[in-house]
């Protein structure tokens, strides 16, 4: 291009300015934005809130487990955030079951590893969005004497042998709804002893 306000020089296009402190931070704000909203929508497509890593919703007892064994005949609050695992209305039963080491590839994959006398002795019903919430559920050492069990009884919970609640719509049938807590230990009393 020539330019005759300068005797017909050639001249070249003005080089951008560099981006000011203000832009960057601009610049930084947007990109920032945009890492959230993919966030967010991995965390919708992914199933919502209140989704363990298996497709389960999360069981939360509270208070939580711990590295350390609750105390002997902890109650617990057992909940469940809203979902579209478990039925609206259904009834849900909740199982104390074995979890040897307290990995995801020991927990129960029949009612036979879970003591069927650990249901509590009233109704849990699902919301109409799924959640649930089973206020002062008794955590027990097992085997029992309270529960009439005896010393060889399974499954064993106590403060080195680990457990999970199993919570689902039908203890006998686990291809049926279900989800476990986090695992736990838990003091033990009342142990059935051995005969002599």
Not at 169 to 191: C, G, L, R, Y
Request: glycine share 8%; with cysteine.
């Amino acid at each position: 291009m020539v330019d005759t306000s300068t005797g017909g020089e050639p001249t070249t296009p003005a080089e951008p300015a560099p981006p000011t402190n203000r832009r960057r931070w601009v610049l930084v704000g947007i990109a920032a934005a945009v890492v959230v909203v993919i966030a967010l929508v991995i965390v919708l497509v992914a199933g919502g809130s209140s989704s363990s890593t298996n497709g389960q919703p999360e069981v939360v007892l509270s208070p939580a487990p711990t590295s350390s064994p609750y105390p002997a005949q902890q109650q617990v609050t057992v909940s469940v955030g809203p979902n579209k695992h478990f039925a609206p209305y259904s009834r849900i039963e909740i199982l104390e079951c074995a979890d040897p080491g307290g990995q995801a590839g020991n927990l129960p994959k029949s009612d036979s590893t879970c003591d069927g006398n650990t249901t509590p002795g009233f109704s849990v019903l699902v919301n109409k969005d799924g959640s649930f919430t089973a206020p002062n559920y008794q955590l027990w050492s097992l085997p029992n004497t309270q529960l009439g069990e005896t010393y060889d009884g399974e499954p064993v919970c106590n403060a080195t042998k680990m457990c999970v609640l199993y919570v689902g719509e039908n203890q006998t049938d686990f291809t049926q709804p279900k989800a476990f807590s986090a695992p736990f230990t838990i003091h033990a009393i009342d142990v059935p002893k051995a005969p002599k």
